[in-house]
């Protein structure tokens, strides 16, 4: 899972954090969850893991957090609200990675967002309003082919 | 079974007792944390409430300290009294309080006794199994030193011979104890009076006398003490000098009942230790005389110290478990500050265990981190009240943490890391979702 508000551990450097989870995994498995968040980290351009994340930037932190996300190697990625928490420049680039991170992970990415640019990064997109699917006749935007309704 | 624990050594069954407190949470910390990498959340956890947590610390510190110094302290004071009162096996005063008479002989302390007279002393002193029969005699002073007129034969029984110097040879000589403010070769005139008696207003005798020796430490009042010829109290008085005029120049025992003006207290030391229980017994059946080991008063006084000791210790269990509880109260508070973190590892997949392994392990580092600082506190406590007590009265009193307090503090340890299963259960009952939007 990504938050909007990180929610990192402050006092632990960025590679704890991102293999946060081999702190309970199995021994088996911790190695591999470490290797990958150092892979993320390098990947998302956070060069020097050995850093508390208290001194990061808004936009360091979130890349920790998606770092974290995709070291545990999920089948299904949630992002609730990514960008938010980001300045448009950082906001842009973070939306880049993580697409091309989930992507090449193999990862199902699903994000929940106001942020249009990255729904313009999306394959599908699904539109509630009002707590509801809303139609896609509805929608004013140009780029409404991607707005598909998926009714189980 | 009872045989094989009393055949072990008292520090095997101390270790024994230590663990029995120690193991349970050995068996909960295995429990909770085998299998986990915890220590990095606890240390962030830790660090970044550090104020909040070492208030807790102190807290914890200041309870264990208090507790564990007051009983050690108990003990140091039950030690260096005893010891103060080693040297005297036998007392022989007139008929009273034993305590009284006690602290007047043994711990210089000034009270209005009674006298026993020559015949008395005599039948005493001529006793065939009394090796040391010392009359004692109090009431002047000088500064702040009781003076205690006995006999050379006494003083060296007091210091195992051991004086600097010399013991006195001519009336107006004398002995200070260790802590006495005169040295070898000073002069003194002694005054009327003891204490706040003595004061500003000092009525001194008429009489120079000079140190010649010096006592090694006894760890007693003694230390403050100048000890001179029991006769060179009784003359500066304008008495007798205990002995017929022909042999007015003759220093200690015997003594001629005639010229012999009366002593509160004759310190008896038997040749043999059962003869001391056939003096006692002799010697009280006299109405004139009571005859008592201060070890028997102290071994009553003891008794009921003891009694004291026992609520001491199950007081201070109770202010320690009221302490952990309000600790705990507070640690639950506080594990609603990390509430989110806790939401956080549960959405990445943590396990419950995982979860109370990181809230267990961070009260267990603030309980066993308290408990330890408390006994350094303890001990320090101990130190400074042992000084202060060994100041004012002048007994020895070294307190140091022993097995008791160690176990105590193992006991609190143990049940309030049991209570800390409290917080660790509580943030799992935390609603997970709302954590994550809040």
Known sequence: MIFQDFLLFEELDALTNAGLSALFRPRSERAGIRARAAEHLQRLGIQDGTRKVASFSGGERQRVAVARALAANPDILLADEPTASLHRSAADALSQDLVALARDAGTSLIVVSHDERLLACMDEVLTIADGRPADPADADDTDADKRTINHA | ?438
């Open chain 2, 1 to 438: 079974m009872r045989d094989l624990w009393d055949g072990l050594p008292i520090v095997a069954q101390e270790m024994l007792l230590l663990g029995a407190w120690l193991l349970p949470i050995l068996l909960i910390g295995a429990a909770l944390l085998y299998g986990f990498a915890a220590t990095r959340l606890i240390r962030d956890m830790l660090w970044r409430f550090r104020w909040a947590n070492l208030t807790f610390v102190i807290l914890i510190a200041v309870a264990v300290g208090m507790g564990s110094a007051l009983i050690a302290q108990e003990r140091g004071l039950r030690q260096g009294s005893a010891k103060a009162a080693d040297k005297f096996d036998l007392l022989v005063t007139p008929p009273g309080s034993e305590m009284t008479m006690m602290l007047a002989a043994v711990y210089l302390q000034p009270s209005d006794v009674g006298l026993l007279n020559g015949p008395t002393y005599q039948q005493i002193a001529r006793h065939e199994r009394v090796e040391i029969a010392a009359p004692l005699a109090f009431g002047d002073s000088y500064q702040r030193s009781p003076i205690v007129g006995t006999t050379a034969q006494f003083t060296r029984h007091l210091t195992d011979d051991s004086v600097e110097g010399r013991l006195w040879e001519t009336t107006y000589e004398a002995v200070v104890g260790a802590a006495a403010e005169l040295a070898i070769g000073d002069t003194f005139q002694p005054s009327h009076g003891v204490g706040v008696e003595a004061g500003l207003e000092a009525d001194p005798h008429d009489a120079h006398f000079e140190v010649v020796g010096r006592m090694p430490r006894t760890g007693s009042p003694w230390d403050r003490a100048i000890l001179m010829p029991v006769e060179a109290v009784w003359e500066v008085h304008g008495l007798a000098n205990g002995h017929a005029p022909e042999r007015r120049d003759q220093l200690g025992p015997p003594f001629d009942a005639d010229y012999f003006p009366g002593t509160p207290a004759i310190i008896v030391k038997a040749e043999e230790l059962w003869a001391n229980y056939a003096l006692r017994s002799e010697f009280s059946r006299n109405e004139n005389t009571m005859a008592f080991f201060p070890a028997t008063v102290l071994t009553d006084l003891y008794r009921v110290m003891g009694d004291v000791r026992q609520a001491m210790s199950i007081t201070t269990l109770v202010t320690q478990m009221l302490v952990a509880a309000s600790v705990l109260l507070a640690l639950l508070i506080l594990s609603r500050l990390f509430a989110r973190q806790m939401a956080l590892l549960r959405a990445l997949g943590a396990p419950n265990r995982f979860l109370m392994a990181v809230v267990w392990g961070y009260c267990a580092v603030l309980i066993l981190g308290g408990t330890l600082l408390g006994l350094g506190v303890g001990q320090g406590a101990a130190s400074v009240l042992s000084a202060v007590i060994t100041q004012r009265t002048d007994i020895l009193v070294e307190a140091r943490l022993g097995w008791q307090e160690i176990r105590l503090a193992a006991a609190f340890a143990g049940i309030t890391l049991a209570l800390a299963m409290l917080p660790a259960l509580a943030v799992l009952r935390q609603p997970t979702v709302t954590h994550l939007r809040s």
